[in-house]
């Protein structure tokens, strides 16, 4: 199997909060927010989800765009990634154009690119279509594995990457997606140069397949409060990888959710792993 391109080594877990942790908030809220509880990094919905995600009004140069970027520089915040990248078969990749042109204002983010046709031929242009307006723009791009997208485990990534000729792509792992779809640790060894971002919540061993999305959405666990294998996870993985923490979960105020996953999510990592 082909080696992917390096990464440079990093000593030690930089942290993000993932805006589905505080989707309650607007964007420039959730950079205060993640500052306060000192998260130098986010992610931001920058290109609009369907519903129940709502627009953060985030694409052109929107007054919301222009205070959430006033307020990274203010506050030493950095735009990790942006999202969503949804590719279908008829997805025309000029179309991420506007939210392309907001990330470049926001940063140099990362882009998570999903697929999400069933037929993995018949994206693939499409997807490597959409990987090289992303190069013109300069941002890295990764793509998240999901039981409900193309991509639905690390070994399957890895050969559509090499079937599109990109080795520099890389996966975003999802902890609950992963372990819900039947990831092993055995596969975070043997992949591992190819996971590029880890996004982190926990959640019972078992949940029907008929409940699984609105879990992902809504109810994610802190990590530690499940019964998902994240300390064993997280040491297997190379060094300097973000891990952003990902927890929608209305048991707990937002304040409350943030605090409480960042501090469990550090105390989940090997010593000395956090940077």
Not at 84 to 97: G, K, R, Y
Not at 108 to 134: K, Y
Not at 193 to 210: C, E, K, T, Y
Not at 257 to 262: F, I
Request: glycine letters at 8%.
């Amino acid at each position: 199997m082909p080696s992917p391109l390096p990464m440079p080594p990093a000593p030690g877990h930089p942290l993000c909060l993932e805006f589905l942790t505080a989707v309650d908030l607007d964007a420039p809220s959730f950079v205060s927010l993640a500052a306060q509880h000192g998260f130098r990094r986010i992610s931001l919905l920058v290109n609009p989800m369907s519903p129940p995600y709502r627009d953060f009004d985030l694409l052109g140069d929107s007054a919301t765009r222009r205070e959430t970027h006033r307020r990274c520089e203010e506050l030493g915040v950095t735009v990790d990634m942006i999202e969503a990248f949804n590719i279908q078969a008829d997805t025309n990749p000029q179309s991420f154009v506007p939210a392309l042109d907001s990330g470049a204002a926001l940063g140099r983010p990362v882009i998570n690119l999903l697929p999400r046709d069933e037929d993995e031929a018949r994206i693939a242009d499409g997807f490597a279509g959409a990987c090289a307006l992303a190069d013109r723009y300069g941002f890295p791009v990764m793509t998240e594995i999901s039981r409900r997208a193309t991509l639905k485990t690390l070994p399957q990534a890895v050969r559509f990457f090499q079937r599109i000729g990109r080795p520099d792509l890389r996966v975003v792992l999802d902890t609950l997606h992963f372990f819900r779809f039947g990831g092993t640790l055995e596969q975070v060894r043997e992949y591992r140069d190819w996971i590029g971002r880890i996004q982190i919540s926990d959640g019972p061993a078992g949940m029907p397949l008929a409940d699984q999305l609105t879990e992902a959405r809504q109810h994610r666990l802190i990590p530690g409060d499940g019964a998902l294998p994240l300390r064993e996870l997280l040491a297997a993985l190379n060094p300097g990888l973000v891990i952003g923490v990902e927890v929608p979960n209305p048991d707990y105020t937002t304040d409350e959710r943030v605090r409480r996953s960042r501090a469990a999510t550090l105390a989940l990592l090997p010593p000395g792993a956090a940077a």
